[in-house]
């Protein structure tokens, strides 16, 4: 029984840390930090509980069931937990979280030295995705190209730019928006979302658990163990960075206060502390971050629907490599404008399906418990995502008056409900699993 090395739990733990750490990641923390203001303790807080909490419980959850999403969604049913699957798959992959790695890159990296043109933006994506699909081809040296040789460089950047936030800050923290002056925690909460961290981590658990593999260690419990430990070294990392970077948001208002978004404050910041040494550097962080998420996700992507439609992992990894290539060509306002109701719709049944994973050994029938409370976290997930494309005036007035509806949780208490009654259901009927298989 091969056991790994601390060297390579250390990378593996580096290789998960980079595996997360993409466009979202960066631009999002320093906007909403900067929009909280003097709330930013608050914000902050929910954010680390969307962006790195459930993101660890999904790992953990993923662990537990030997890292693949079909055995967690096994509860669900062959053809529900497919189409789930399949969603997120396509979400965090060629259809938004993977293009939009290589705009980010590109606006925050390149565009303030060759200028925002599509010529610019089309010969960048060419460079990038060659770079992704030469390292996502070979994904069982993961480990060793990005664990041991690029998030090395990529913490060096990070520990000099979130270094110079905590030090060298643009000026004192500034004032709390409308949005953050009464419910904070909420908005932190909701702009975790954004990462697209628990839908990653979703993917992500095959390809720590395929990558300790890889590495010649096939006792179960050991894998479990490793990508828990590669979990919490993540989760520790990201912590730090978004901290940093909400700092960072929170004392800018001064020097990027028009800015619109998460990039236009780093882009201000850098330009402030360090004139264009900083651009290189934003540059260094932003690529290095950006290429190693779209790594991650491609093979991801490439495992799951490869195993799913029959065809070699190299072709799909080729068909969504030139996918996102044209996707990311239609630039960021338009990537992000598509997202966020599609996330807003995915998230709360990715988060309920994690906690009743979590839950599992208080269930005498997974399905009995699972179908309902999934069935009702759709509902509101469809209903939420309607809302968060503009479509507030087709939803019935009975989901808007639900506690929270407004801040696109009115799907917690309908759930917890839901998961109540099923709960008792269970206990009453405790009938085995296998009679309902």
């Not at 459930?54 to 189409?83: E, F, Y």
């Not at 950006?290 to 068909?319: D, K, P, Q, W």
Request: proline letters at 4%.
């Amino acid at each position: 029984m091969k056991a790994l090395q601390r060297l390579d739990i250390l990378a593996l733990g580096f290789m998960t840390f980079a595996l997360f750490l993409g466009a979202g990641n960066i631009i999002f923390p320093p906007s909403a930090g900067m929009a909280a203001g003097e709330n930013i303790g608050l914000a902050a807080l929910g954010f680390l509980l969307t962006g790195v909490g459930l993101p660890l419980l999904t790992i953990v959850a993923l662990a537990r069931v030997g890292g693949g999403m079909d055995r967690l969604t096994a509860p669900l049913g062959k053809h529900a937990g497919m189409l789930f699957a399949v969603a997120v798959y396509l979400a965090i992959g060629p259809l938004f979280a993977t293009p939009r790695t290589a705009v980010v890159s590109f606006e925050m990296g390149v565009a303030p030295f060759t200028g925002n043109s599509s010529t610019a933006l089309l010969l960048y994506t060419l460079a990038y995705f060659a770079v992704v699909l030469f390292l996502s081809l070979n994904p069982g040296q993961l480990v060793d190209r990005i664990g041991k040789f690029i998030t090395p460089v990529l913490l060096a950047a990070l520990l000099v730019l979130g270094g110079a936030a905590l030090l060298m800050p643009a000026g004192e923290i500034g004032q709390t928006s409308a949005d953050y002056q009464d419910t904070p925690f909420v908005q932190g909460f909701l702009q975790g979302y954004l990462t697209m961290d628990t839908l990653g981590a979703l993917v992500f658990g095959i390809v720590i658990a395929t990558a300790i593999r890889d590495h010649g260690v096939t006792d179960s419990k050991l894998v479990t163990r490793y990508s828990v430990i590669a979990g919490l070294i993540a989760a520790v990392g990201l912590s730090l960075v978004y901290l940093a970077l909400f700092y960072l948001g929170a004392t800018s208002q001064g020097i990027a206060g028009e800015a619109q978004n998460g990039v236009q404050i780093l882009t201000a910041y850098v330009q402030h502390t360090f004139g264009t040494p900083g651009s290189l550097l934003l540059a260094v962080v932003i690529t290095l971050a950006c290429l190693t998420t779209a790594v991650g996700l491609l093979t991801a992507c490439g495992e799951y629907f490869s195993g799913l439609l029959g065809v070699s992992y190299r072709i799909v990894v080729l068909v969504f490599g030139l996918f996102s290539l044209v996707v990311a060509n239609q630039g960021l306002t338009q990537l992000i404008s598509f997202s966020i109701p599609v996330l807003v719709g995915l998230y709360p049944l990715a988060i309920v399906l994690v906690a009743l994973s979590l839950l599992g050994g208080f269930w005498r029938s997974s399905a009995r418990v699972f179908r309902p409370v999934m069935a009702v976290a759709l509902v509101f997930g469809v209903v939420d995502g309607i809302a968060a494309a503009g479509g507030s005036e087709l939803i019935p007035s009975f989901f808007s008056a639900l506690p929270m509806a407004d801040q696109s949780l009115g799907w917690l208490i309908p759930v917890l409900l839901t998961l109540a009654l099923a709960a008792g259901v269970d206990r009453l009927l405790s009938v085995p699993e296998k009679a309902l298989a």
